[in-house]
């Protein structure tokens, strides 16, 4: 299992970033590893609904499926991709603070089955892709 967490402030309303990131459809906007997010199904910013995201690797592309398992609006919104080779619990939280709010994504790669074995490299691999959507997560939440 590969966990990476990050926290970052924003200096815009709780509200209004929260009901950003939950429209997962965001993410390829400020995560610089994905290339393509759609809506696939469901009602934006429900239980339900479903997202496609096409991963930027320097190989074939690789598709994950996302669901809101649950949302707390305007707090908490947890997603659950899965593809082939793994299952992904994302979990982003917004907190509101004095001058805006303070978001935390929490990323959770579980691989599967004999894949398992690879859980140390994607451990570092997911710290190095976390800090670069840190980065881009800053900058999408403060513009």
């Not at 993410?27 to 393509?36: M, Q, T, Y």
């Not at 598709?63 to 908490?76: A, F, G, L, N, Q």
């Not at 790669?109 to 074995?117: A, C, V």
């Not at 570092?124 to 670069?132: E, N």
Request: contains cysteine.
């Amino acid at each position: 299992m590969a966990r990476y967490v990050g926290t970052v402030t924003s200096n815009r309303p709780a509200r209004e970033v929260f009901e950003d990131l939950a429209d997962f459809r965001s993410v390829a906007e400020w995560d610089p590893g994905v290339a393509s997010c759609e809506h696939t199904g469901g009602t934006i910013g429900e239980a339900g609904c479903r997202f496609r995201v096409i991963q930027d690797t320097t190989g074939p592309d690789v598709r994950i499926d996302y669901v809101i398992e649950r949302i707390s609006h305007p707090h908490r919104v947890t997603l659950r991709g899965t593809n082939a080779w793994l299952v992904s619990i994302d979990v982003i939280t917004v907190e509101p603070r004095p001058g805006g709010c303070e978001v935390t994504y929490d990323a959770t790669i579980l691989l599967k089955g004999p894949l398992r074995l690879l859980d140390p490299l994607m451990t570092l691999g997911l710290k190095r892709i976390g800090a670069k959507a840190k980065v881009g997560l800053t900058a999408h939440v403060n513009r």
